[in-house]
């Protein structure tokens, strides 16, 4: 009887010592890296697919995810950031609705130690890990060149811009006059329509008023485009060309059906998915900084077969 109870103590002890041994030797579970996206305005598609981006590279990183949304204003972008800031998040992701209003909620956010991402537009202030941008010159460059053998190097030409203080797009606008300048083509109007659909097309009207003999518009992004050839369809006006800029599906449609002459196609998912993974590297310390130029295509009749969705192209 005695021998069995010293078998059964020394089974439990043994028992308790493997027990014991995996407690202190089982590695502890990482915890989840938690990341905030703050975007200028899911009303825009170009935006719309950022973000998809950014969630796509968040769920194969297994990050935790958070969209807040700008819709269009800067006073509400700024809250929101601040906001997040005091989430104690690992790292903030920000696609600015305008360079300046921003800088506050950046520098909150390095006040906080809380590593930002710009992806896209561009801030004028604060420190970040890296700033994700189109080379938006190149890009208005290309479709200034475009525009300048559409129309034989005889103007004149529009120009329809984005908000005041988004510094990509003025590099765009940059890139088109630069062009025009050295073709000798003059710029009759230049007006913003603040990004938006909508206003592009009364611009285009009102321009259409004051410059009947326009030839060509450049616009800052596909919405203001898709608003402008809007207006010109109702005009009655098939000889003015357009140009937009993002690549936007609506925008691949309307060069399919003749409505709009080119596109300078972004790669807008792309730029969320490396926003991810450079909030991740900037964890580690790896990014400080730094300016990531994203490539851009011109989009025009003769090659949008190759963007379109197969059953789009047919």
Not at 186 to 203: F, L, N, P, T
Request: aromatic share 4%; with cysteine.
């Amino acid at each position: 009887m005695r021998t069995r109870r010293i078998a059964v103590l020394s089974l439990m002890a043994l028992i308790t010592m493997i027990v014991c041994g995996c407690q202190r030797t089982a590695p502890k579970s990482k915890p989840q890296v938690r990341l905030a996206y703050s975007t200028a305005s899911l009303a825009n598609v170009f935006w719309q697919r950022v973000t998809n981006g950014v969630r796509e590279e968040a769920r194969k990183e297994g990050a935790q995810i958070t969209v807040v949304d700008a819709q269009g204003d800067a006073r509400k972008q700024l809250s929101d950031i601040e906001d997040l800031v005091q989430q104690r998040l690992d790292a903030i992701l920000i696609s600015p609705y305008q360079s300046d209003p921003i800088v506050p909620a950046v520098k909150a956010a390095n006040q906080a130690k809380v590593p930002v991402v710009i992806v896209d537009i561009g801030v004028k202030g604060g420190e970040y890990a890296a700033l994700i941008i189109s080379d938006n010159l190149a890009g208005g460059r290309l479709a200034g060149e475009f525009i300048a053998q559409k129309i034989g190097g005889k103007g004149p030409v529009a120009h329809i811009s984005a908000q005041p203080g988004v510094e990509n797009a003025r590099k765009r606008g940059e890139g088109f006059a630069q062009v025009m300048k050295e073709r000798g083509i003059k710029i009759a109007a230049s007006q913003s329509a603040y990004s938006e659909r909508a206003k592009g097309m009364s611009v285009m009207e009102d321009m259409l008023q004051a410059h009947p003999d326009l030839r060509a518009v450049f616009c800052e992004n596909d919405e203001m485009a898709l608003g402008a050839t809007r207006a010109l369809i109702g005009a009655g006006r098939k000889d003015v060309i357009v140009v937009g800029f993002d690549g936007n599906p609506d925008a691949l449609d309307a060069i399919r059906r003749g409505e709009l002459a080119a596109t300078v196609a972004q790669q807008p998912e792309e730029m969320g998915r490396m926003g991810v993974r450079i909030a991740l590297k900037a964890l580690n310390g790896e990014m400080a900084q730094e300016t990531v130029q994203v490539p851009v295509t011109l989009i025009t009749p003769d090659t949008v077969a190759k963007f379109l969705p197969k059953e789009a192209s047919r």
